[in-house]
């Protein structure tokens, strides 16, 4: 089954304290991009990758890394989390000029 | 970058009535695309709209991408309690490795 695949569903964690949301595809898409999504604000594109090693920073960067070492995962890190990146986070998958398939989503909550 | 604005950002309608969400662009657009995102699910793609003035049709959703391609918008005809959810208009850049997303539209529909 095509599929975007996300993890966790839900996290709850500290203030400066790492993480890394992993995200993986099997559709052997070129693309892949993460974003947040909070009510009122639509979703908004944090990083995005062409290709692998190809990375460029969506509208809201900050605070965010990403790496694209393989063609099928594109794991979001947070290095120091702040309360304000409490949000839902999606990745994404497509092909050049196709549609985006979406993962299922993890809830975040920086405390 | 480019940005879509969307309305309303919600609309409520009694089953059986028409509903309608626009969106608009101070730039000239090379697509639209349309997303819908059930309560507490992911946006999934609804359709692509890349011709000036193209009007394209699924069962009782209308999509139609302006003569200028600056604006877009979406009807469904004669609701139904499965159209619940938020419908999203999207532009991408890149060939659309970057997609901007307009705010969403809220649709309520009461049975």
């Known amino acids: 089954e095509a599929q975007v695949t996300q993890n966790p569903r839900y996290l709850i964690t500290v203030t400066g304290k790492k993480l890394t949301v992993t995200c993986s595809q099997n559709?052997?898409?070129?693309?892949m991009s993460w974003y947040r999504q909070d009510p009122g604000l639509g979703l908004r594109q944090i990083y995005y990758s062409m290709n692998v090693e190809v990375t460029d920073k969506g509208d809201v960067p900050e605070g965010y890394k990403v790496s694209r070492k393989e063609k099928r995962n594109f794991p979001l890190i947070l290095e120091s989390p702040s309360p304000n990146q409490t949000s839902l986070y999606f990745c994404?998958?497509?092909?050049?000029?196709?549609?985006?398939?979406f993962g299922q989503g993890t809830r975040l909550t920086v405390v | 970058g480019q940005q879509v604005m969307q309305i309303p950002q919600y609309q409520h309608v009694q089953e059986g009535e028409d509903f309608t969400t626009y969106c608009n662009s101070s730039?000239?657009?090379?697509?639209i695309q349309w997303y819908k995102q059930r309560p507490g699910g992911h946006p999934v793609f609804l359709i692509q709209l890349v011709k000036s003035g193209e009007v394209k049709k699924q069962k009782r959703l209308t999509f139609q991408f302006g003569e200028a391609k600056k604006n877009s918008s979406l009807h469904i005809t004669a609701t139904q309690t499965t159209d619940v959810g938020t419908y999203f208009c999207?532009?991408?850049?890149?060939?659309?490795?970057?997609?901007?997303f307009g705010q969403g539209t809220i649709l309520t529909v009461h049975p």
């Open positions: 730039t000239t657009l090379s697509n």
């Open positions: 559709m052997n898409h070129e693309y």
């Open positions: 994404a998958s497509s092909r050049q000029g196709g549609e985006a398939f």
């Open positions: 999207v532009t991408g850049g890149t060939s659309y490795g970057k997609l901007t």
